[in-house]
């Protein structure tokens, strides 16, 4: 195999040539299939060495921004990432560490503030308790002071309507009493009567046995005459052994019913007074409230009818306008 070329410049006056058997040329051209084979091969090998170069390079930083973003996600906001590759991912890192920078300093800032709300709020606890404290020793103060004054003005309310020795009502009350009744009277046209009760011989057992021992008397009297009444009817120490009684919606026949009640009971049941048995009567008048009329006339009908049942042997029951037939004594 031959062949000629000119040289380049040579003016056309030289000439370059070769002479090779074709067996040779064939040995070269394996030759050269081989060696680019290898170069292939080679190329290959070095392509992907530095591809895993760059790969490691490159995915490093990224697979460690990953797991600082999970850190970050699970409540470690100081991460920081200290690797530098000096190219552009060293911008996103730097990023990322001023995120992470700014990330803890607000989580810094919202636990200082956290703290500072909970502290406020246990001052605040603790001034509320304080303050509740003084309002329920204050309300203490308060209720025992209403407390004793509603006793006070109670003991004055009761002082004022209530004979102190019987605890019954005393002159001042059973007049409002009888002002409500009149009032009852003239809305109502309902009767009411009255009973004037003067126990007999009352003196001879305060002059024999004390004043002590007719105290014990009246007291008791005063009970029993209490419960031998309806809880509408009202009971009065008059004064000394006189007591008055209203009746409401009462006749004047009705009443002398419940007069004569009460007098068997003071007269067939003995009293006692410091282990001693007593007996002892009473005298009453029965008198009907008529309209037109004043309660003092009513009230002194009723004591004129005890003045006759005085006059006529004690003892008894007498009605308005009874005549006394007997000597009265006290």
């Known amino acids: 195999m031959s062949g000629y070329a000119p040289i380049k410049h040579g003016g056309g006056r ?88 700014a990330l803890a300093h607000t989580e810094h800032k919202r636990r200082e503030a956290f703290d500072a709300l909970q502290r406020a709020k246990d001052e605040l606890e603790i001034r509320v308790r304080q303050r509740t404290a003084d309002l329920s020793e204050v309300n203490n103060r308060l209720s025992n002071e209403i407390a004793q004054r509603i006793i006070a003005q ?66 008791e009297i005063s009970i029993r005459m209490k419960n031998m009444l309806r809880s509408q009817d009202s009971i009065a120490r008059w004064g000394g052994e006189e007591f008055v009684v209203l009746l409401p919606e009462t006749t004047l026949a009705e009443g002398r019913i419940v007069a004569e009640k009460i007098r068997r009971a003071i007269a067939d049941t003995p009293f006692y007074a410091h282990g001693v048995e007593l007996f002892l009567t009473a005298s009453f008048g029965v008198a009907e409230f008529r309209p037109g009329l004043d309660i003092s006339q009513t009230i002194n009908a009723a004591d004129a009818a005890v003045y006759a049942a005085k006059m006529n042997g004690r003892n008894r029951v007498e009605i308005e306008g009874a005549v006394a037939r007997g000597t009265h004594q006290a």
Do not use: W
């Open 14 to 101: 030289y000439l370059v040539g070769i002479d090779m058997r074709a067996d040779q040329v064939y040995e070269k051209y394996k030759g050269l299939r081989v060696s680019g084979l290898i170069s292939l091969l080679a190329s290959i090998a070095l392509a992907f060495l530095f591809a895993r170069f760059l790969s490691a390079k490159f995915i490093a930083p990224i697979h460690l921004a990953i797991d600082r973003c999970t850190a970050i996600a699970a409540g470690k906001l100081d991460e920081q990432i200290t690797l530098r590759t000096h190219d552009e991912l060293d911008h996103l890192l730097k990023a990322f560490n001023d995120m992470s920078a």
């Open 154 to 219: 109670t003991a004055l309310q009761e002082a004022a309507t209530v004979d102190p020795l019987t605890r019954l009502y005393n002159r001042r009350a059973m007049m409002e009493h009888f002002d409500h009744e009149i009032g009852r009277n003239k809305r109502n046209q309902l009767p009411f009567s009255v009973l004037f009760i003067d126990l007999d011989h009352f003196k001879r057992i305060n002059d024999a046995k004390g004043h002590e021992a007719g105290d014990c008397v009246l007291i």
